[in-house]
């Protein structure tokens, strides 16, 4: 693998979240090596266990490489020809709100300005919405609601110098890692700072914090409608700012205070009063606040509402605009941001432009030229499939992104897309569980074959730049998109050749008829209008810049809104009266425990980059579902068992893991696994398609289910130099480690003879070696070829099964040693082998939580530093910390040297 240019070191963005770090890539005679890019304002050198592993993603294995027609290769031409007939036969019969775009946060702003256009200015529908709905488009409304227009008050180094971070809904040391690196780090330079966090479950993210509020699932409306009424009780409001800079504030207030005082929020809360009264004591005291909110308010059935209670706060104390304050939404996906801008949600017209002004509609068809520009929203995400199930929709086009997957109720979503007329899926995985829905599939450029831009949680804009040649025949999503609408008639509106042309149309609509200064007559917040004269050059080396970038900001903006001036016709911002309602479906008898979902640290949406990737498997090698001890006790579950979870929706397997970091009757259970990875454990065939009425966005946070044990007739495990598949298994989680996969299986019939099933399931010609206690109906075996393992089988009526790291690292050996293949089927290593080094904590160096644990104890080891300097564990991208300090609390006082 050549990077194109090697001269040099490339710049570019991570394609994983919201963070947007630059990376800064190289090739050496080792290979390709990628690093933190030390210049890149969102990260400053620093990457996370994802990041870090990027290098590892880039081979072309299990990449979509051709054109394909029902199965069968075919030419670039025959595909996009079959895709704009088809699209343009049912527009032509149907109307145009009978064709559907899906598309996805990871495209690259030109993908999605070109995608916008085609939809909403050629086809004449607004049928074009985004996953990002499932992320983010509930701050979207809120902050319309609020300021007039979607824009993210703060920057970056605003959490770094607040003195208070609050910190809700977000497992931030998971799902925003660098971000969370620097908020620990400043924390760690100034101890004075404090850190709430307010989630229902105790994360990685409370190893900073000073105060954990473990409130209720659906609560924090509640909270911050009490924090807004304790704050005016007090006094410690900012009421003349308010009188100058905000409308609504005495609605607002009235239903703040319809909540209560402190010990009425507690209750409704679930968490003690005096946890309630320390913060809001600190909040009230503390000038520089900066509330950080993500998915656990935006995934939520009154998820807007919440977000307004959030914003209300900080406009009633003034907190925003100034350095080290304000209200943050943090977005999940790497260009969820440059969704909002071109228009990818199907509320949203194009450059921050809506459908409800008459103006802009107009406005956008006259920069367009558009024939058919679409005049009323088209269907959110929810709405759009289950439109595509009922026969409205004939046609859709999916562009980057995994629905059958990742919405809610994703066993209709997956029937839907098998009863439609007309599926296309562009992505660059051959194998995910929405290309098995394809009619046509078309190959799309991965990252590091991608030219364009990205933008961050903090509205800076970054250069995306292709790295390597395209895989295959693959192409980028901007030249499939145009090329297809070149063929449905629209040549000349489509004719680009190059990424840097989309950007420069892209910035000279959101500066077209756009007033710098909107106090003077403009009204558009997003106005990269300075932009929209780069050269192809400038556009090549452009720099991370935060919009809006304009005659006014040339250099780019940031932090919005210093001036007390909101995007509204009166320049007043907007508190927002909210009556804080609980989740839309309660628990009953039935469904007795409330369902969570949610990111882990190593893997990143539906595993189809990170599940390459052996050291990012190796943290969590399957689905699992965490239950709180009681709550385990009284479902009899067992840690380390299989559970079976049931919703009204469907159900799942997943391996139970028994934590108090659960709140009692709430169960956690992350969002990557699928199909590709693990039988019978989509977790959002369990979620309800029910959504806020305001943003659409699915309330992925709370779902009631109930969970049992799953006992199958055996359990097993088997380790294998090639992907297996496994007959008779109703559970089988599959990830990938270092020169072999690893299946951890169940099945309900027990196959007839387990000889024939092992060798069988393995199909190679090697020397079998088996073990069999046929009383205690366990079978063990291992295939071998020339002395070198190519698979073991442990199989048996329970799970008690032997550990497997030392029967994994024997694939990296080219012969067994008569020592290891006499331990093999007994899993004993010989004296002196690595033994079981327990789960991986440490990624960047492989470093298990056992040796961890071991040499706390041998070696006196007593702090984060101490083990890094022993291990190395901790010391690269620091994603592990937080999981270290809680071994080393665990293991705290057992040092034995
Ligand atoms: Fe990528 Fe990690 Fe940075 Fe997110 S925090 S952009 S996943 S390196």
Redesign the pocket.
């Known amino acids: 693998m050549q990077l194109l240019d090697s001269s040099q070191p490339l710049r570019s963005?991570?394609?994983?979240?919201?963070?947007?770090?630059g990376?800064a890539v190289n090739q050496d005679a080792a290979g390709i090596q990628l690093v933190?890019d030390p210049w890149h304002p969102?990260?400053f050198g620093?990457?996370?266990?994802?990041?870090?592993a990027?290098a590892e993603t880039l081979e072309h294995d299990g990449r979509l490489l051709h054109p394909l027609v029902d199965g069968q290769r075919t030419s670039w031409d025959e595909a996009l020809e079959r895709v704009a007939d088809g699209f343009s036969q049912i527009v032509a019969a149907y109307g145009p709100d009978a064709v559907a775009f899906y598309v996805s946060g990871q495209i690259l702003t030109e993908d999605y300005y070109v995608a916008n256009k085609l939809m909403k200015g050629f086809i004449g529908s607004a049928n074009i919405d985004t996953n990002s709905r499932l992320c983010m488009s509930t701050a979207v409304a809120a902050h319309k609601r609020a300021f007039g227009a979607d824009a993210v008050p703060v920057c970056y180094e605003d959490i770094e110098q607040a003195d208070l971070v609050v910190i809700v809904g977000s497992n931030y040391a998971w799902a925003?890692?660098?971000?969370?690196?620097r908020l620990a780090a400043a924390k760690k330079s100034r101890p004075d700072m404090q850190v709430v966090v307010v989630d229902p479950r105790r994360t990685a993210t409370c190893d900073i914090a000073d105060l954990h509020l473990a409130i209720a699932p659906g609560a924090d409306a509640y909270l911050f409608n009490g924090l807004l009424h304790h704050l005016r009780r007090e006094d410690a409001l900012a009421l003349s700012y308010v009188e100058q800079h905000v409308e609504g504030f005495a609605t607002a207030f009235e239903a703040a205070r319809a909540v209560g005082s402190i010990p009425k929020v507690a209750q409704v809360c679930g968490v003690p009063e005096s946890q309630v009264g320390e913060f809001f004591r600190m909040f009230a005291r503390t000038e520089r606040t900066v509330t950080i909110f993500s998915q656990g308010i935006n995934q939520s059935s009154s998820g807007v509402d919440k977000a307004n209670a959030i914003i209300n706060v900080h406009l009633a104390t003034g907190r925003i605009g100034k350095p080290g304050m304000g209200p943050f939404s943090v977005t999940g996906q790497?260009n969820a941001m440059g969704g909002r801008e071109v228009g990818g949600l199907a509320n949203q017209l194009a450059a921050h432009m809506d459908f409800s002004d008459a103006e802009n509609i107009e406005l956008v068809k006259r920069f367009w030229n558009a024939p058919n520009i679409a005049r009323q929203p088209g269907l959110k995400a929810v709405d759009m499939f289950q439109a595509i199930g009922s026969g409205r929709i004939k046609a859709v086009w999916i562009i980057g992104t995994n629905p059958a997957v990742s919405l809610p109720d994703a066993d209709k979503v997956r029937a839907a897309l098998m009863a439609c007329e007309l599926v296309v899926v562009s992505d660059c995985v051959r194998h995910t569980d929405t290309t098995a829905c394809a009619d046509i599939l078309l190959p799309a450029a991965g990252w590091g074959e991608k030219d364009g831009t990205v933008t961050?949680s903090e509205r800076r804009i970054s250069r995306q730049r292709a790295l390597l040649p395209a895989a295959g025949e693959a192409r980028p999503d901007w030249w499939i998109i145009s090329q297809v609408a070149q063929r449905m008639g629209y040549a000349e509106a489509f004719d680009y050749t190059k990424p840097a042309q989309i950007f420069r149309e892209h910035a000279r609509l959101s500066g077209f008829e756009n007033v710098p200064d909107f106090r003077s007559g403009g009204q558009r917040a997003f106005d990269i209008g300075a932009l929209a004269a780069l050269s192809d050059a400038e556009y090549e080396a452009l720099q991370p810049v935060q919009w809006p970038v304009n005659s006014a900001s040339p250099q780019g903006t940031q932090r919005l809104f210093a001036d007390g001036q909101f995007y509204t016709p009166n320049g007043k911002a907007r508190m927002i009266a909210v009556a804080p309602r609980l989740p839309a479906v309660v628990t009953d008898s039935d469904f007795p425990l409330v369902l969570n979902t949610g990111r882990i640290r190593d893997q990143?949406h539906t595993m189809t980059r990170t599940g390459k990737v052996p050291r990012l498997s190796a943290h969590s090698y399957e689905p699992y579902v965490q239950v709180q001890a009681e709550d385990a006790q009284r479902y009899r579950l067992q840690d380390g068992g299989l559970a079976r979870l049931t919703s009204r929706h469907g159900s799942m397997l997943a391996r139970v893991q028994v934590s108090d970091d659960q709140r009692p009757g709430s169960v956690f259970v992350p969002m990557h696994w699928n199909d590709a990875f693990a039988k019978a454990a989509r977790v959002d065939a369990l979620v309800a398609p029910i959504t806020d009425p305001i943003s659409g966005q699915p309330e992925s946070k709370h779902t009631p289910v109930r969970v049992a044990p799953y006992r199958p007739a055996w359990q097993g495990f088997v380790l294998s130099r090639k992907r297996l598949e496994l007959p008779d298994t109703s559970y089988c989680a599959c990830s990938r480690g270092t020169g072999y996969w690893r299946h951890e299986i169940a099945g309900e019939m027990l196959p007839g003879e387990w000889r024939d099933w092992v060798q069988g399931a393995e199909n190679d010609a090697g020397e079998w070696i088996e073990y069999r206690d046929a009383a205690m109906g366990r079978y063990r075996a291992a295939c071998l070829q020339d002395g070198r393992l190519e698979a073991v089988f442990f199989l048996a009526p329970d799970q008690r099964l032997p550990e497997r790291e030392w029967l994994s690292s024997l694939f990296g050996q080219a012969i067994l040693q008569p020592a290891e293949l006499a331990g093999l089927l007994s899993a004993r290593p010989p004296l002196g082998a690595v033994s079981d080094t327990g789960r991986i904590v440490c990624a960047c160096f492989s470093v298990g939580a056992k040796t961890i644990a071991n040499a706390i104890q041998t070696q006196g080891l007593g702090s984060v530093e101490a083990v890094g300097a022993c291990l190395k564990a901790g010391t690269n991208?620091g994603?592990c910390v937080p999981e270290i300090r809680r071994i080393l609390e665990k293991h705290a006082g057992e040092q034995c040297a």
């Open positions: 963005t991570c394609p994983y979240c919201g963070v947007g770090c990376v933190g969102a990260n620093r990457l996370c266990s994802k990041g870090s990027l925003h890692p660098v971000l969370y690196q790497p961050n990143w991208c994603s």
